[in-house]
Each structure stands twice: as structure tokens, then as C-alpha cells.
């Protein structure tokens, strides 16, 4: 007998009423776990960045994805938390050119790391290739940050003190975490939140979609340019590909 | 032979100005942790950039300690040295004591404490290694009681099982410590030397350590101590750790220096900033050429003032080797866009900053403290210290 | 014999004793407080009209909400499984937090955690 079948067992022994064993699933879901998962699996989410169409000055998405997902900023670079984040890079011992900007976030590899270090198994892959955290377990260990090789992982050190949006939680401090692609957006067929900005300001540079699908526009862009991802030696493959890296 | 163990007076008032020293520093540990916990990490040195600092550093250190101490009762155990028979207890409790040290550290440094005790056991992850580690760890500190207990009770055979079980599986802990960092994909960090040469600094700390809390022990008690005990632990025991630890340590240099794709980290490592003076000064000059050239020449390798004097050295220069797995490794910047610079930005990017900050110190120093605390109470609860030591029978 | 005497010659078990009792006092203290004590069972405030009844039975949610919430939150988190119920979905009933989740806990002293990350707005402050 499982943990979750001992618990319904004793729930239903414990609270001495006649329910029938024939109780449906616990949390009411209207679709089994496992049509969920094949529904999940059937994408593979990544994202284009046209370092091209992206502006130099410009910070929407990072304000965007601040306000979406509550990420902690204290105005303090020792402890502010980026799930997206803009750097300008140029070539090195030319301090006269501008250098071009590039916008960075978690990679969503293939085979993370940060998910393979996690001692609870916290930060995991989704069915969808998005690497989440589930921050109910995170011990606060900061191992998935040394062990990311991005930088894209981030640990709240602070408490956050704004909630802008009351409908996604916020974390608590002592938890690690990271882009998530802002799942609970695409899992309402939404697009993230840092793409919706870019989209606004109509710079279009970001644009995020099914790798799995030939003819959605991130597969096409893949295949009509030529793209790059960060550190393709460390063979985590990551789903952010770069034009004009 | 027969070895008389004796609990210690422990009714001077020196000792009692020590316990009550100890328990306090533990306290102010406890009260920084707990204000941590409360209001987050950020009051420790800790930052985006450098998520471990000094007690991961202090972790590694003291799960290193335990190491030698076991050795040097195995010495007694295993290879029935009769003559070390003397400090089989003692090595054997103290072994306990800085495998709960280390934990306690990792412990403390940790984001959620609330969370340490339940999750990671019912969600066992088996590719990481702080999932293994922590099971080694207890695993280590069970045998170590079992191994104390067999002492104790003067069981012969048992002894012997129990001294290789726990010297092996010392061997996997440190191991096990050392792919912590290995196995992580940091130019620093990333390097299948560094578990070998995190077990030989470990022996060579712990045996130098041994020699420290041996000498001390019989000074503050009066009880006699035969010095060629003393001689051998340094000059053949000691200095051959010490050296295992120069060589894997000089080749695991020297491939990331010699390799362009490590070169630049290399060179940062060792010429970068100021963890490179702890690195020259404090971990190879003070902390292994001055005491193996102390221990090697004849007049000072066999007077005790100098071999204690160089295995205090070696103490401090594993502390410095401790630092300097943990914290160049993550403010050298991981090289995301080779061939170019990045400016501009809104986290440290670069070589980045870290300080200790007072709270972190004091969590560093209350561990100590709780540890010394029972250590002085063991002696005085438990017969664990000889009466007299001598190495002829 | 004398108070030292004693000492003397049943030392550990005084001792054994004694720091048994220290540890086990929270749950003696505890225990005999409940069957001691008679602590009113705190009131919660019930939903109000348009509340016809909750997804489980009354009984199986005061002694298995918990649980009940942990499913939901695994189904939800990780494998991306939303159901029809979630912590957002109490509010529709249970309006007010403090007159419901807390009351009980406080009378038993057991934190919440879920508050701090999770938005349960009271509805007189709310706006």
C-alpha cells in the first residue's frame, strides 16, 4: 500500500463516515494525472531571442516579469532577484564599440543540472521540458545555484516586501528559484510575460513556442536562421536559442 | 599492555571558564542562526554571486577533521597497535564530534531549517550529492558510536570489524564531500582530483589536530606522555599526508593552467586576488612547506614545541585550503559568452565580492563552541583520556 | 541519610531522572493540559448562505484538510494538473482567514505557512 493510499485509507477509516470506497479522485480533478501528463509531453516549450530586434535601453520585459511573478527586487545587486535579465556584451579590448544587449534567463536545458543536484527533488522537469521549482520542498540549500553554469538561478535572500500580483504566489525567503516560462500562464494558453511586454512595445524580439511543432513560428525561425545557445559544450542543451549571438 | 582510562578531574576553575566560554559562544551561534532564519541569509556575507561561504568552508573542514582522528585510533584498531591504544578514545570521540560539527554547519547555513528534517528524506534524490552525503554522514557518526562503545567495553575482535568498517567509510564521506564541488559544472570546481585531495588535506588536518588535542590533553592534566609516540605521529604519519595533499594538489593545478580552456581560471586561482594570497601564504608556504621541512630536519622533527608548532600550521593551512575549494570557485564568473565582455548589467557580474559578515562568524564560532563544549564534557562524563602514555611496554 | 548521601550514592539516577523529566516536559505538559484544562473549542466562523456544502464531507475536512491541500498542491505543481479545487477556491466561501483557518490553528499553536506566499486577503481590507 502507497503513502497516498494509506492516507485515503486512513481518512476515510479516521473520519468514521459510511463514504463508499468508491470516492472519486481526492482533489476532484475533472482529467486523470496521466491524460495531463500526455496533454504536457506533447510540447516542448523554448524561446527565440532576436538579439537584433532588442533594444538597448529598454527593460520592459524585466519590469514585466517582476509585476507577473512577484520576483523580489530590493534594489540591491547583492540580493535582487532576476528570472530575466539584461547584460550588454561586447567584444573584449574594444571599449569604443557599444556592444549589443542580451537578454538572459533560465535555459530550460534538457538536462539540468540544477535538477540533478536538487537533494529533495524540488527543481525537476516538467513532461513540457520547463524546469520548475516547487518551492514547498526547497530546503534553501543554494546547491542548484552553484550548480547552474548560467547564473540563471537565483535565492531570495531578503524577504520580498511587494506583491504586485495577488493571484501568483510569491516566495518566501530561503527558497531558490528561477524562470519558470511563467507556466501558469501557458498552461491558460497564455504567452509569458516577458514576451507580451516585448510584443507591446512591438520590438518582438523574444518569442517563445513549441520546439515539438515544425510550423509553430519559434520552429521556423530555428530553422530559417542561424541560432546559437549559451555554452553548448557543457551538453545541457538549452531550449533559449540566440540570433546573432 | 594494559591502558588505564580515567575521566578527568574537571574542577579547576580554568575548565569551568572554558565550558562557560564555549556554552556561550554556542549560544550566540544559536541566536544568529536564529535571527537568520527569521529575517533570511542576506544577514550573512552571502550573495547572488556566492551562495557558499564560510560555513560550507567550515563544513568541509571539520567533516575533514574527522578523518585523521580516525585514522589515528585505527592505527590502535586495525593494525593493533598497542602503543596507540592510549588515544583510541579520544580519536574515536572526536571523530564523532566533528562529523557533528560538519552537519551542524551545513545545518545552520541552510535557507529553510524547518524543512531539513523531513523533506530531504522523504524526497531521496539519488543523483545528487547532498542527498548521498548527508546519508554517509549519519552513517559515519552511527559507526562512530558503535566503534566508541566497542572501545569502551575492551571487545578485541569487534574493535577491529568496527575500525575498518569506520576507516573505509571515512574514506567514502570525504569522497563523497569532495564530488560536492567536483562534480558541478564550475571551471573551478570541476575536477575529478579534487575528492582525492580533499581526503589527504582531511587526513593531514586530522592527524595534525590529534597531535594538538594529545599534547594539550596530557598538559593540562599532568598526565605523563611518552614523546616517540608523538615523533612518529609527526614524521611519519603527518608528513606523508601532507605530501599527498602538495602533489595531487600541484597536478590538479597544473592541468587547468596547462589546458586553454581552464587557463584563465587557473591563473585566477592562483594569482587573482586576495584568496590567492591565502592560497601561496597560508596553504602552501605556512601551511605544508614550513612544517614539512619542520618535521623533516632532525633536531626540530623530534622536539615537541616544534611539532606542535607545525601541526598547528597545518591546521590553519587546511582552513585555507577549506576557504579556497569553496569560494574562488564561485566568484570567478562562469564564462557564458567566450572571447567576449560583458558590461552593463543588473547583477555582479565580473570576479565578485565576498565578505564575512559578523552573524556568519558567530555561526562559525558557535559551532566550535557547542563541539568544544561537549568534547570537555565527554572528558569529564566518560573515561576517555589515558593515564599515562608510553610506547614501550 | 543525608541530602548528600543520597547524592552520593544514587548520583546517576538522579541525574537520568531529572534531564528525562526536563526532556519530556513539553509533552507531559501538553497532555496534561488538554485533560486538564478544558480549552473551549474554538468558533469558526461558517460560510454564509451561498455555501451548500464543501467538496468533502465536514468531518473528512476537519481532521484531513490538510492532506486534502498536499494533493492538490502535488497534483498542481508538479505535474501541472489543476483540478477544480484549490486554495484560491476556499476563499470563495471561507471569506474571512482569520475567523477560519486561524482561530483553530492559533488554539492549537501550529503555524500556517501556506499565507506567506499565498494570497488569502481579509474581506473587510480587501479592495
Known sequence: MDRRKFLKASGILLSGTACAPGLPLLTGCSSTRADRERTLSKYKWGMVINLEKCRPDCDACMVACRKENNVAFHGDKRWDVHWIRKVNVREKDSPDTAGKPVPLLCNHCEDPPCAQVCPVQATYKRDDGIVIVDHHRCIGCRYCVIACPYNARYFNYKENPDWPNKEYPKRSHGVAESCNFCAHLLDQGKKPACVEACDKINAKALCHGDLNDPDSEVSKLISSNPVKRLREDLGTEPKVYYIGL | ?393 | MSIKGVWATHRNAIIVTVSTLVILFPIVYSAASSILIQTPTPFLELPDEKYQECVKDKEYMRFHHMDLLKEIREEFVRYGNRGDVSLGSCRGCHTSRQRFCDRCHNSVSLSLDCFGCHYYPEPDTAS
Open chain 2, 1 to 393: 599492555m594494559e591502558v588505564k582510562f580515567a575521566r578527568i578531574e574537571g574542577r579547576s576553575t580554568p575548565f569551568y571558564l572554558a565550558m562557560i566560554l564555549l556554552a556561550v559562544l554556542g549560544l550566540a551561534g544559536v541566536f544568529s542562526t536564529y535571527l537568520m532564519h527569521e529575517h533570511g541569509i542576506y544577514l550573512s556575507g552571502l550573495t547572488n554571486r556566492v551562495p557558499w561561504g564560510l560555513q560550507i568552508a567550515m563544513a568541509i573542514f571539520y567533516i575533514g577533521l574527522s578523518a585523521g582522528s580516525l585514522v589515528v585510533s585505527g592505527l590502535y584498531g586495525i593494525f593493533g597497535k598497542m602503543e596507540y591504544k592510549p588515544f583510541a578514545r579520544i580519536a574515536a570521540y572526536l571523530a564523532m564530534l566533528f562529523l557533528i560539527a560538519g552537519l551542524l554547519s551545513i545545518l545552520t547555513d541552510q535557507g529553510r531549517i524547518d524543512r531539513v528534517f523531513v523533506e530531504p528524506f522523504t524526497y531521496f534524490n539519488v543523483q545528487s550529492m547532498f542527498s548521498i552525503n548527508p546519508s554517509l554522514y549519519s552513517g559515519h557518526i552511527l559507526i562512530c558510536v558503535i566503534y566508541l562503545w566497542a572501545l569502551f567495553k575492551e571487545k578485541g575482535r569487534l574493535t577491529k570489524i568496527v575500525s575498518l568498517t569506520v576507516c573505509l567509510w571515512a574514506i567514502g564521506t570525504h569522497t563523497g564531500t569532495g564530488a560536492i564541488f567536483a562534480f558541478v559544472p564550475r571551471e573551478l570546481y570541476n575536477s575529478p582530483l579534487l575528492p582525492p585531495s580533499f581526503v589527504a588535506a582531511a587526513l593531514s588536518s586530522g592527524a595534525a589536530l590529534m597531535i594538538l588535542v594529545i599534547v594539550a590533553l596530557s598538559r593540562a592534566t599532568r598526565r605523563p606522555l611518552d614523546n616517540e609516540l608523538i615523533i612518529w605521529l609527526g614524521r611519519r604519519l603527518l608528513v606523508v599526508f601532507l605530501l599527498c595533499a602538495l602533489y595531487v594538489m600541484l597536478i590538479e593545478n597544473a592541468h587547468r593552467v596547462y589546458l586553454v580552456e581552464s587557463r584563465e581560471a587557473g591563473l585566477f586561482f592562483l594569482f587573482g586576488g586576495f584568496h590567492s594570497v591565502l592560497f601561496w601564504g597560508g596553504l602552501i608556504i605556512l601551511g605544508s612547506i614550513v612544517p614539512a621541512i619542520l618535521l623533516f630536519i632532525r633536531r626540530t622533527g623530534t622536539s615537541i614545541p616544534w611539532i606542535v608548532f607545525a601541526s598547528s600550521l597545518v591546521v590553519f593551512g587546511v582552513l585555507c585550503e577549506r576557504f579556497l575549494i569553496v569560494v574562488p570557485g564561485l566568484i570567478h564568473p562562469p564564462n557564458l559568452f567566450p572571447g567576449m565582455e560583458v558590461t552593463g548589467t543588473v547583477l555582479e557580474e565580473g570576479i565578485a565580492q565576498y565578505s564575512i559578515s559578523l552573524l556568519e562568524l558567530l555561526q562559525a564560532l558557535g559551532v566550535a563552541g557547542i563541539i568544544g563544549f561537549a568534547f570537555l564534557l565527554g572528558l569529564k562524563v566518560l573515561p576517555l583520556a589515558p593515564t599515562e602514555a608510553r610506547s614501550s611496554v
